[in-house]
């Protein structure tokens, strides 16, 4: 069974950092696409970044130069390092997972989410 379980969120003030983790079990995520996704309170869900079975990455215009998505394929573990946080970063994060390398198209495996607040 494929399961996708996000750690890492909590409050912080703006201009601080947080860390988030996404550890996969049952599929090794390593060669396939994998994202982050955010949906803030009255919202629709949007992208954060991306990063393909080649480690190709791509970001939301709005986290360009803040965010950084990385992956750990011995540890099955996905990454969002956030820096310089705002308010308006604040949001459940989810992260995904696609059967795919590339990172087009829906995502097949979701998390729970994790929440992230930041206040000013």
């Known amino acids: 069974q494929v399961q996708l379980v996000e750690s890492g969120g909590g409050s912080v003030q703006a201009g601080g950092s947080l860390r988030l983790s996404c550890a996969a079990s049952?599929?090794?995520?390593?060669?396939?696409?994998m994202g982050w996704f955010r949906q803030a309170p009255g919202k629709e869900r949007e992208g954060v970044a991306r990063?393909?079975?080649?480690?190709?990455?791509t970001y939301a215009d709005s986290v360009k130069g803040r965010f950084t998505i990385s992956r750990d394929n011995a540890k099955n573990t996905l990454y969002l390092q956030m820096n310089s946080l705002k308010p308006e970063d604040t949001a459940m994060y989810y992260c995904?997972?696609?059967?795919?390398?590339?990172?087009?198209?829906?995502?097949?495996?979701w998390g729970q989410g994790t929440l992230v607040t930041v206040s000013s």
């Open positions: 049952g599929f090794s995520a390593s060669g396939y696409c």
């Open positions: 995904a997972a696609k059967t795919t390398s590339y990172c087009l198209g829906e995502f097949s495996y």
């Open positions: 990063i393909t079975g080649g480690r190709t990455t």
